[in-house]
């Protein structure tokens, strides 16, 4: 399995209060992504990192930021939760270098806006 | 936009039996194909990548096809079993954007 780590892999919190998700990754990749999945909506893409402080905004980007500091640490940040932000949170990781680029993914985390 | 249509939704099928999944997507101007496994409370597992270039790819008992001037793959199953029940995703990419189906969640009863 490819060594990817998320945190927390559950959290409730309230309505307006700031939520920061952490992926980690062992594979020195350098793409990492981050998806919500949502029933009827299936998997769709929020932000994404090319490298190093190098960051662009996926299909549902509107209420969270990203940031990289490092190849191994990519950052979801949900400035102020709303309930519409309750789902399922997955880092995903692939490498240009590698044929295919394949797309691994984390065990994901659970997110409860109340 | 790139739309991803599996069908069926659901499907449940005895031990045993031979089943294919189909994937269907609009735009054929793509990267890549790859069909994930996702058990219930889980992450996504990458069961079989192909390239715009490739035709198929085999995984033990699992075949994915890919015909892109029709926008269609199928992922065939061979013998199936109780373990192979789960919920099975297509991909396609296109730059660095994946789009997904909603996935056919699969039954294999004993």
């Known amino acids: 399995d490819a060594g990817i780590t998320q945190s927390p892999r559950h959290k409730v919190t309230e309505t307006g209060t700031p939520v920061t998700l952490r992926c980690h990754q062992t594979?020195?990749?350098?793409?990492m992504y981050w998806y919500r999945q949502d029933p009827g909506h299936g998997l769709r893409l929020i932000h994404y990192s090319y490298g190093v402080k190098d960051t662009d905004k996926g299909e549902v980007s509107d209420g969270y930021s990203v940031s990289r500091s490092k190849t191994e640490d990519f950052l979801l940040t949900l400035e102020s939760a709303t309930s519409s932000q309750t789902s399922v949170y997955f880092c995903a990781i692939s490498d240009p270098n590698l044929q295919g680029r394949e797309l691994f993914f984390g065990e994901g985390s659970r997110l409860t806006v109340l | 936009k790139q739309e991803v249509t599996q069908i069926p939704a659901a499907l449940s099928v005895p031990e045993g039996e031979n089943l294919v999944l189909n994937c269907s997507f609009t735009d054929s101007a793509i990267y890549n194909l790859q069909w994930f496994r996702q058990d219930p409370g889980k992450g996504l597992t990458s069961l079989l990548l192909i390239q715009s270039s490739q035709r198929e790819q085999t995984s033990g008992r699992l075949n994915a096809s890919l015909d892109k001037s029709s926008g269609r793959s199928t992922l065939y199953i061979a013998a199936s079993q109780p373990g192979d029940s789960a919920t099975y995703l297509c991909?396609?990419?296109?730059?660095?954007?994946?789009?997904f189906g909603a996935g056919t969640r699969l039954t294999v009863k004993p």
């Open positions: 594979e020195n990749h350098r793409y």
């Open positions: 991909a396609v990419s296109r730059n660095n954007d994946m789009r």
